[in-house]
């Protein structure tokens, strides 16, 4: 058990807030690169890691100590992904003092990344990103989406020659 | 740069307003909005649940309600489902369909302010009534004290609870003369309960239904007041052949 899981095993409510701060700008960068959509992102990011707060406050001990936080919270964050699901109006929704606005923090040069992205086949897509964006070990990948380690690193691999490919026919 | 290297600079930091709205979806915090009242300006909190408290809108409101309930607060709006049911239950002075979050609440004193929201607009009952009604007829000082912590004045309506010696008694929304002044404006005449007050009167009954009220009851107040009988006791009201108005269950 690393030092975080312990931590949430033992006070999950205000261990919580470190998760988030730790894991979010994976979560939801790895999640823009996949729907291509700010708001969208947001809103998958915040439903995985509510759900992930309701899973681990009927966690025991036992589970706590078999969790494998990163591929566990991208196993939520896909599932979510596939039924795109939205309630947020159940919720009470945050309203920022300083007006940020609804304002899509994406540098402008890096949205071709989409176009390019989305020219590969969705595992592909989802090991390349999960791989090279987020950073997950292929052990991890391979646990997140439920597909075999060999055919991960396939997909890595075509992905990444693809990418390739696209991007020399853009010049 | 290889294409390796190129992806892993599309990720940044967490943008603006994710973890605060994780917060507030996993109830780690509650939202507030402030709003107007007849006691002026009142910072309501919500969370999943339902609305979790009234405060004045006074310097500190954050620092009462994290000392209080143990959570922080985040500016919000409330859930889309119920918004509209916050200004509709402030000017009812009841729930109503407007989901509150009790949780911080003993199974008692839950069950006792469910009863006080019960308290139509425009009447008043006294402590001991309450205590009964939970059916815990001594407990009139848990009441008080439950009344006096009572998270959600105005919409869960303190305001209409009163000693039974008449006295409006305290009132925790900014002090006694908030309270005057919202039962005022629901059309309690108050020193007409003065009046009764200084002669003892708990129940009043009509001669013409048969029927014995409290004295603020819309039953009794229907009957034109004319020919009321004042009584000091139920027990002297019912000795003298009335029965308690199934409305306002006087006892």
């Not at chain 1, 052990?139 to 997909?155: C, F, L, Q, S, Y």
């Not at chain 2, 409006?168 to 108050?190: A, F, I, M, P």
Request: hydrophobic share 35%.
């Amino acid at each position: 058990m690393d030092e975080l899981t312990a931590e949430l095993a033992r006070d999950l409510d205000s261990s919580f807030p470190h998760l988030v701060k730790r894991a979010g700008p994976g979560l939801y960068w790895g999640l823009r690169r996949l729907c291509g959509d700010h708001q969208e992102a947001e809103d998958l990011t915040q439903e995985t890691f509510i759900r992930a707060y309701r899973s681990l406050s009927e966690f025991d001990r036992a589970r706590f100590a078999d969790l494998r936080l990163s591929p566990w919270l991208w196993t939520i964050a896909l599932n979510l992904g596939r039924n795109h699901l939205r309630n947020r109006s159940r919720r009470p929704v945050f309203v920022e003092m300083t007006d940020h606005g609804d304002h899509d923090p994406e540098p402008p040069d890096t949205a071709a990344w989409d176009a390019r992205l989305s020219a590969l086949t969705i595992n592909q897509r989802r090991a390349v990103v999960l791989r090279h964006v987020v950073g997950l070990g292929i052990g991890e990948i391979a646990e997140a989406t439920g597909r075999p380690e060999g055919t991960v690193k396939a997909d890595i691999h075509r992905g990444l020659e693809h990418l390739r490919r696209v991007m020399e026919q853009e010049r | 740069m290889s294409i390796e290297q190129r992806l892993s600079g599309l990720a940044g930091a967490l943008p603006e307003g994710i973890a605060e709205g994780v917060a507030l979806g996993t109830g780690l915090a509650d939202g507030y909005d402030i709003y107007a009242s007849p006691v002026g300006e009142v910072v309501i909190t919500f969370n999943i649940e339902g609305v979790s408290s009234v405060d004045l809108a006074t310097t500190g409101f954050e620092g009462r309600f994290a000392s209080r309930y143990g959570r922080p607060l985040l500016r919000a709006e409330p859930p889309r489902q119920w918004a509209k049911h916050i200004p509709e239950a402030m000017e009812a002075g009841t729930p109503g369909r407007l989901p509150v979050d009790l949780r911080s609440r003993t199974p008692f004193e839950v069950k006792v302010l469910r009863i006080a929201a019960s308290i139509p607009r425009g009447e008043v009952r006294p402590y001991g009534w309450l205590a009964r009604e939970a059916e815990r007829p001594d407990a009139a000082r848990a009441v008080g004290s439950t009344m006096a912590r009572n998270p959600i004045p105005l919409i869960i309506p303190c305001h209409r609870v009163v000693r039974s010696d008449g006295h409006l008694g305290e009132y925790s929304l900014g002090g006694t003369h908030n309270k005057w002044d919202l039962l005022r404006r629901e059309g309690v005449d108050l020193g007409h309960l003065v009046e009764l007050a200084e002669h003892h009167v708990r129940v009043q009954a009509d001669p013409s239904t048969g029927v014995y009220c409290h004295p603020t009851c819309h039953v009794i107040r229907a009957s034109g007041q004319w020919n009321v009988v004042d009584f000091k006791t139920t027990v002297a009201a019912r000795a003298a052949g009335f029965e308690p108005c199934p409305e306002c269950r006087p006892g």
